[in-house]
């Protein structure tokens, strides 16, 4: 089959996924309008787009930008460090990526290119591979989490699943901001407390 026959496939493949997310997307705005809590919107987010950009492990975590506290929303899958990825410093695991999260870019990390990191060593020997990190960033304020997903084949996550990743994680951030200013609008403001915001204390959601 020459080039030119198998062009229009290639585009009428585009196509149907562009119409699959579009539906995915609408999907996911409906249920988040009616989700309460952050640890229920950062579930839906997962849900969703584990049918969009299947992985054998997920979380989605928020950062209190006044003490650098991590808290993990919602997770599916096994977590080969424990429950301590959740106090993993994003700037100082992953220098050469950070400008890129910080900017709200998601990037796929190359595990193996990071070893020695404690969090990269632990999912390495747990067979993971790979992993998207997708930045959740509100307006020009640094990150307010990530959605992380991870994945043991070495082909890592092409073009369309990392757009699609970013498209879940630019709505997840428009509702938990919204969830935050709910229940407590300090915590993103300037004068946000070190204490965190009003769920921090609350378990994460399991997928």
Request: aromatic share 6%; hydrophobic share 45%.
């Amino acid at each position: 089959m020459t080039q030119h026959e198998t062009a229009p496939h290639t585009a009428l493949q585009r196509l149907r996924y562009q119409a699959e997310l579009l539906a995915a997307l609408h999907r996911f705005d409906v249920e988040i309008l009616t989700s309460r809590g952050a640890q229920e919107i950062g579930g839906v987010a997962l849900e969703h787009l584990e049918r969009l950009v299947p992985s054998e492990r997920s979380v989605v975590k928020a950062i209190n930008p006044a003490s650098e506290s991590r808290y993990f929303l919602a997770t599916r899958g096994e977590d080969p460090t424990g429950g301590a990825s959740g106090s993993v410093d994003v700037a100082a695991a992953f220098p050469a990526q950070f400008d890129a999260i910080r900017a709200g870019v998601p990037v796929v990390v190359d595990l193996a290119g990071v070893a020695g990191v404690p969090v990269a060593d632990a999912h390495l020997a747990a067979g993971f591979r790979t992993m998207l990190m997708a930045p959740l960033v509100s307006g020009s304020l640094s990150p307010i989490g990530f959605i992380g997903l991870a994945r043991r084949s070495e082909a890592g996550f092409n073009a369309s699943e990392i757009e699609a990743a970013r498209l879940i994680a630019g709505r997840t951030t428009v509702a938990l901001h919204a969830e935050t200013l709910r229940e407590d609008g300090r915590w993103l403001s300037s004068s946000a407390t070190a204490s965190g915001p009003p769920w921090s204390t609350r378990p994460p959601r399991r997928c």
